[in-house]
């Protein structure tokens, strides 16, 4: 029988420590001051690299502020990872030695020209490539504290980048325009593996529900129910009576995503958009449960 797992999020508190503590015997512990910026997007600037606008000769407005997070520290560089859809990952600084804050930057097709030397022409910007706005500071000991590691690795604890009180980096995608946001009428067909739902239920087809699909930006979306209500319906049996939100990624009309879900389990989403505007969506979980929808827009 499955059982839900109710997950619970803390947030860490980073605590800033001397730079010499005694352990309470005749030893030393070294620790090093740390420091973070937050970094947002303007929300009148873009939220991802339009591919159609770069392809047609117009400019991309990537804007963001910068402002000090935790502890201090004497300057900062702004840096970019570009990783190409092939995994290849380039790493530029887009702007140095900033020292006053809070600050506001305008990252701009040719500047991106400028700092990479990977990127010349419009043909450089391919579907499914990604860049990373994040920075590099210089600590008050002339230490330097890199929130990407060069080679594109994070050099964070996952719970600074999930904290919700401010962003390391800032994430730009090249894709196409995207407004799937909204509220949906679904018909959904599918089947569980589980023994728990009555026959009449377990396959079924055309089950009618009603989803909202959030729009994140940068062709990133949050559905409220990723199951279009298969889940409730079938696994109310083990007080699962709610919905379970998912995540999904528009890239030029082809829809992938994958997610945790309310047993624990990792599900997978795929699917497109329609000629019509509606969505075909598949779904599926690590134990072979499925689900097959079209989502119409209301």
Known sequence: MKKIKLIFTTLAILLLMPSCENDGGN???????????????????????????????????????????????SSMDIVGFYTKANGTIYKATLVSNVTTFPATFNI??????????????????ELGDKLIITNQLTLEDGSIQRIINDDGS???????????LYKVFLSYGVSCPSDLGGTYSVLSSGASTDSGPTPSENPIANFPYTTVITDNGGGSYTMDDAFGGLL?????????????????TDVCGNLSGSFTGAFGEINTITGGVNPNGSLNIHWENEWGDYGDAIYTKD
Do not use: C, M, R
Not at 42 to 47: E, F, L, M, N, V
Not at 154 to 164: E, H, L, Q, R, V
Not at 232 to 248: M, N, Q, R
């Open 27 to 73: 030893s030393k512990i070294n620790f090093k001051n740390g420091a973070l910026t937050d970094l947002q997007k303007i929300s009148t600037t873009d939220s991802f690299i339009n591919l159609i606008a770069v392809n047609s000769g117009d400019d991309i407005n990537l804007g963001f502020t910068v402002e000090k997070a935790i502890g201090d520290f």
């Open 154 to 164: 994070p050099n964070y604890s996952p719970n600074i980048a999930s904290s919700g």
């Open 232 to 248: 409730i319906l079938w696994y109310d049996i083990y007080d699962l009576t709610f919905k379970v939100k998912g995540e999904f």
């Open 108 to 125: 701009s097709k040719t500047d991106l020209f400028d700092a990479f030397e990977e990127l010349n022409t419009a043909s450089d910007f």
